[in-house]
């Protein structure tokens, strides 16, 4: 069903905070200053944590002012009472990527014996975590239970800092049903990747099941329990234009998430997708203090690039000015940010960036 629908960097906040800040904003058209010059995904110029995962490259000051992405490595986490691998403090998240697999930029993960549990509740705006190494091209399995309330998504993706994103996402309304969706630097093909829903052979609230993206250079597969749900070749993606190929290309770390669409501040159309507004009072969060969802273990398989030299640390953007598809290339720069003086996204911040870029594409 055809929905109003941001990309996923933008979704998961139950409040917004009101514009107390006077802060200084990134866009295509203003780019940050020399003095604050990362762009943040949440579109706020900044220096040190800014400067690592979902730092906009083609908005900060150069796009060499982020850090690299770092480099793919083959690899299961498996979760079951094991968060050995996962940084909790995101103010703590140096770029280490031999340190940590994975971090948590919001909310709060739960250990279990069955993997972790990602949470949300009334306050928290919901959960996600993010791989701290990226992968361009390669295959992703999610081993994962969703989550199962009207109003309530589950998602695991992938998102590039130019905000390419290949998508499944479950809403709790609908525990039978996947839905698959690409973007392309933040644009959405509505025809093509808006509502295109898979089924599920059981619940996917009750059972374990593999959600799969098979993303090559030349084609993209969705994937259930090994079995192709959907397919996309990039020849197919070409623009009515002949000039650009609006397909996922660059390199993207892979998140996953809970987070709250049926809630006041949601559009209309994404509050019926979502199955309505989040019954708060549902028994099963008001015995637990919250909603959620297992992930079990997630594989990272890289694709192989034979002409990568063995000391690469990471990938960069260059310079594209006039061309649509931003220039990658690897990297030996170090991935890390100076310790201390750190500067750190608060939640309020959090808010008034997302309240900023919800306002600017919605009016």
């Not at 706020?44 to 770092?70: A, I, K, Q, V, W």
């Not at 590039?160 to 998508?167: C, L, M, N, P």
Request: with cysteine; proline share 5%; glycine share 8%.
């Amino acid at each position: 069903m055809p929905r109003t629908r941001l990309p996923l960097v933008l979704l998961g906040l139950s409040a917004i905070v009101p514009l107390t800040l006077a802060q200084t904003y990134c866009n295509a058209t203003s780019l940050c200053p020399e003095s604050a010059p990362c762009c943040s995904e949440y579109g706020y110029c900044g220096s040190g944590t800014f400067c690592l995962g979902g730092c906009e490259p083609m908005h900060s000051f150069s796009p060499t002012s982020c850090r690299p992405n770092p480099i793919c490595q083959s690899m299961t986490t498996t979760f079951a009472n094991d968060v050995s691998r996962i940084q909790q403090v995101a103010s703590e998240w140096n770029g280490n990527a031999s340190a940590y697999d994975w971090y948590v930029n919001s909310g709060q993960i739960i250990p279990s014996s069955d993997g972790i549990k990602l949470v949300l509740n009334e306050t928290n705006g919901g959960t996600k975590i993010s791989s701290t190494r990226y992968v361009h091209y390669g295959k992703i399995d999610f081993v994962l239970e969703t989550s199962k309330w009207p109003g309530v998504v589950t998602a695991a993706i992938t998102m590039s800092d130019v905000k390419d994103e290949i998508d499944w996402e479950f809403t709790g309304s609908n525990t039978t049903l996947a839905q698959t969706n690409y973007w392309f630097m933040g644009i959405a093909n509505y025809s093509d990747s808006q509502g295109l829903s898979v089924d599920v052979s059981s619940d996917t609230s009750a059972n374990y099941h593999t959600y799969t993206f098979d993303w090559q250079e030349d084609y993209l597969n969705w994937m259930i329990d090994g079995n192709v749900v959907r397919s996309l070749q990039k020849q197919s993606t070409l623009s009515s234009d002949g000039t650009t190929y609006k397909y996922p290309t660059t390199p993207s770390q892979i998140q996953i998430s809970i987070w709250p669409a049926g809630i006041n501040t949601s559009a209309e159309g994404t509050i019926a997708w979502a199955g309505g507004m989040i019954n708060w009072q549902d028994p099963d969060y008001v015995a637990n203090g919250y909603f959620w969802n297992t992930i079990q273990s997630v594989t990272i398989t890289c694709a192989d690039d034979p002409n990568q030299a063995s000391n690469t640390t990471g990938w960069a953007y260059s310079d594209s000015k006039g061309q649509t598809v931003p220039t990658v290339y690897d990297t030996t720069a170090s991935l890390l940010i100076n310790g201390g003086g750190r500067t750190t996204m608060s939640w309020t911040m959090y808010a008034v960036g997302v309240f900023t870029i919800l306002m600017t594409m919605l009016l």
